[in-house]
C-alpha cells in the first residue's frame, strides 16, 4: 500500500459535532445579525422620538425638567426625600403628558377665503373645515389661523365619523396692502401646558385690500380729433365714420355732396359724419417721500390716483398709469426709474396700486413725469398726483416736460385743507382735503 493511502488510513473519522459546527455557526451569525439590526432600530425609533418630544416641550415643561433633575441631584446625595418625591412626582406627570403626543391626525382641514379683494374698512369673511373621514370620533381640536400680524384661535369641538365642522372668521381691512392668511395651524397638547405640538395645514390665502376710490363723471377734456380715433355723438360734416344724409346747406362742402340720392330726390343731399376722436389719458403717481408731508397724504394721493385711472377704464378710454420707481446707482449719480401700473382691468390696477409704497429712494415727481411722457408720447391729458410738499415751481417743472398740446392737471393731496382750484400759466393746480373734493372740484370745472 502506497503512503499516502497509509496516511489517509490513520486519520480518525469525523464526529458529529465537527459536522454540525457549520450550521450553528450560521444560526448564531443571523442571530446576531439580527439582534444588532434590532437595537440599531430601536435606538433610533428612541432618538426619533426622544427629539419629537423635545422638539414639542414648552418652557414650563422644560422647568420642570429641571426641576426634576435638581431633584434626583441634591435629594439622592444628601437624602433629602421631599426632593427625590418631587423629582418622581414630575417624572411621572412629564411621562402622562407626554402620552398626548401619541397618535396619528386623522382629520383633513381646508381654509376658504370666498373674497379675495375688498376695500379700507371693509371686512372680508374666511371659513376653516375640519373634516373627519374616519370611523370614530374625534375629540376637540384646537386651531390657529394667522391673519397678518395677528392670531385667530379656535376650539373646534368633537367631530362625529364622516362628519365636518367649522368655524368663521372675519378679517378687517383697516390698512392698504395685502394681508396674508393662514397658513391654519393645529394645536396638539396636555391640558397642563408641558407639551405642544403645531401642524401646517393648507397653503397661505392673500387678502387684497384696495385703496378706497370714487366715482367720477365722464371725462369731456383731452379728447382729439383723430381719423383713426372712436368715433362719438359729434356730428360733422368731414370725417371717415357716415352716419345720415341731410340737405344741402350754405357753406357746405360740395365734394361730400351725394349725387345719386340727390338725382333721386331732386335737392342736394350731402353726407354727415359722426367725429371720430382719440383720448388718452395719463395719471403720474409720485411714490417719493420729498413730495408728501406724511404718510396720510400718500393714502390720499393713491386713491387720488385709483379714482382717476378706473374712471378711464370704466368708460374704455386708453389710460397708462405710471409710479415711481426706486432709484439706480450709478457711480456718484442715481438714475431715476418708473414703473407702468397694469390698466387692463379695474382689478389689477387696483392690485398694483395695493402694492405700492412710499420711499425715500423714489423717484421725484419732475423726474418721473419726464419719463411718464416719454413712455405715453400720444396722451392727450395728464393728472401729476403729488402730496402738499411739492412746489408749484416743481410742478411747472413737470409739466414743461410734457409733450406739446397735453392739458396737464396737478392734484396736490393735503388732508383736512379746502379744495382750491388755481391756474398758474398752462397749468392746472387742484389741492383737494378729503377724496370726495376730486370729484365736486373738477365738476366745477370745464375738465367735466
Known amino acids: 500500500m502506497s503512503q499516502p493511502a497509509l496516511a489517509r488510513a490513520s486519520e480518525p473519522p469525523p464526529s458529529d459535532d465537527r459536522i454540525d459546527a457549520g450550521p450553528r455557526e450560521g444560526r448564531l451569525a443571523d442571530a446576531i445579525t439580527a439582534l444588532v439590526a434590532f437595537w440599531a432600530s430601536a435606538r433610533g425609533a428612541v432618538a426619533a422620538s426622544t427629539r419629537a418630544v423635545a422638539g414639542s416641550m414648552t418652557a414650563f415643561g422644560w422647568s420642570v425638567v429641571l426641576v426634576v433633575v435638581l431633584g434626583f441631584s441634591i435629594g439622592y446625595p444628601l437624602g433629602w426625600l421631599e426632593f427625590v418625591a418631587l423629582a418622581w412626582a414630575g417624572t411621572v406627570l412629564l411621562l402622562i403628558s407626554a402620552l398626548y403626543l401619541v397618535g396619528r391626525n386623522s382629520f383633513r382641514i381646508r381654509l376658504s377665503l370666498p373674497v379675495t379683494r375688498v376695500v379700507v374698512g371693509e371686512k372680508a369673511p374666511g371659513e376653516v373645515v375640519v373634516a373627519n373621514p374616519t370611523r370614530r370620533h374625534l375629540g ?148 417719493a417721500a420729498s413730495d408728501y408731508a406724511d404718510a396720510e397724504e400718500f393714502e390720499l394721493a393713491v386713491s387720488a390716483a385709483g379714482s382717476l385711472g378706473t374712471h378711464a377704464i370704466r368708460d374704455a378710454r386708453s389710460v397708462s398709469v405710471v409710479a415711481s420707481g426706486r432709484r439706480n446707482d450709478s457711480g456718484r449719480h442715481r438714475v431715476p426709474a418708473a414703473h407702468t401700473l397694469r390698466t387692463s382691468s379695474r382689478s389689477r390696477l387696483l392690485d398694483d396700486l395695493t402694492l405700492v409704497q412710499l420711499t425715500s429712494e423714489a423717484t421725484g415727481i419732475v423726474a418721473l413725469t419726464r419719463m411718464a411722457g416719454e413712455h405715453a408720447a400720444d396722451a392727450s391729458v395728464a393728472f401729476l398726483i403729488a402730496g402738499s410738499a411739492t412746489t408749484v415751481g416743481r410742478l411747472r417743472q413737470a409739466a414743461a416736460a410734457l409733450p406739446v398740446g397735453v392739458d396737464v392737471f396737478a392734484v396736490l393731496c393735503e388732508p383736512d385743507a379746502m379744495p382750491v382750484l388755481r391756474r398758474v400759466a398752462e397749468l392746472s393746480v387742484l389741492t383737494i382735503g378729503y377724496l370726495d373734493d376730486l370729484q365736486k372740484t373738477l365738476a366745477r370745472t370745464a375738465v367735466l
Open 140 to 287: 376637540g381640536i384646537g386651531v390657529e389661523v394667522p391673519i397678518g400680524d395677528g392670531l385667530a384661535e379656535f376650539h373646534i369641538p368633537g367631530i362625529p365619523r364622516d362628519s365636518e365642522a367649522s368655524e368663521i372668521f372675519m378679517v378687517a381691512a383697516e390698512r392698504r396692502g395685502v394681508i396674508p392668511v393662514g397658513p391654519v395651524r393645529t394645536i396638539r397638547g396636555d391640558p397642563i401646558g408641558l407639551f405642544r405640538r403645531e401642524l401646517s395645514w393648507a397653503e397661505r390665502s392673500e387678502l387684497f385690500v384696495h385703496p378706497r376710490t370714487i366715482a367720477i363723471p365722464a371725462i369731456s377734456t383731452g379728447y382729439v380729433r383723430d381719423l383713426e380715433g372712436t368715433p362719438t355723438r359729434t356730428l360733422t360734416s368731414s370725417d371717415v365714420a357716415f352716419h345720415a344724409l341731410r340737405e344741402y346747406t350754405t357753406g357746405d362742402d360740395r365734394r361730400f355732396i351725394h349725387w345719386r340720392s340727390s338725382a333721386k330726390t331732386g335737392v342736394y343731399m350731402v353726407r354727415q359724419f359722426e367725429e371720430t376722436r382719440r383720448s388718452h389719458i395719463m395719471v403720474v403717481l409720485s411714490l
